[in-house]
């Protein structure tokens, strides 16, 4: 699958009664929330010694990539295009790789 047949997967389950700008906000707004999501089970496995399986993690990783991909949507992005920008920025960042400075 590729990411922009994971796009058009993804929209078939946003709601279709949101306005564009409501579109956007909702996307937005779950990104930052399901990336918190993320963010509690690392805290947790570093600070509480509580670990949480690599299938949950899957499951809070997914949310964040259907947030991301109704985002981009709403802002007439594709994320195969917001990938290869990305691409082409760390490239040119790190040409020859990360390197510690």
């Known amino acids: 699958m590729t990411l922009n047949e994971y796009q058009s997967a993804a929209l078939r389950t946003a709601n279709p009664d949101l306005t564009p700008d ?9 990104l930052a929330e399901e990336a918190g999501e993320v963010l509690g089970l690392v805290r947790k496995r570093a600070f509480q ?3 949480s399986s690599r299938d ?4 809070e990783l997914g ?4 947030c991301l991909a109704v985002t981009a949507d709403a ?3 594709t994320l195969d295009e ?6 082409r920025k760390l490239e040119q960042r790190h040409p020859d790789g990360f ?3």
């Not at 409501?22 to 779950?30: N, T």
């Not at 949310?63 to 259907?66: I, N, Q, R, S, T």
Request: avoid cysteine; hydrophobic fraction near 45%; charge should be positive.
């Open 22 to 30: 409501e579109r956007l906000l909702d996307a937005a707004a779950g």
């Open 49 to 51: 010694q509580r670990e």
């Open 82 to 87: 917001i990938a290869r920008a990305n691409q």
């Open 99 to 101: 390197r510690p400075r």
């Open 56 to 59: 949950r993690f899957a499951e």
């Open 63 to 66: 949310d964040v990539l259907w």
């Open 75 to 77: 802002l007439g992005l």
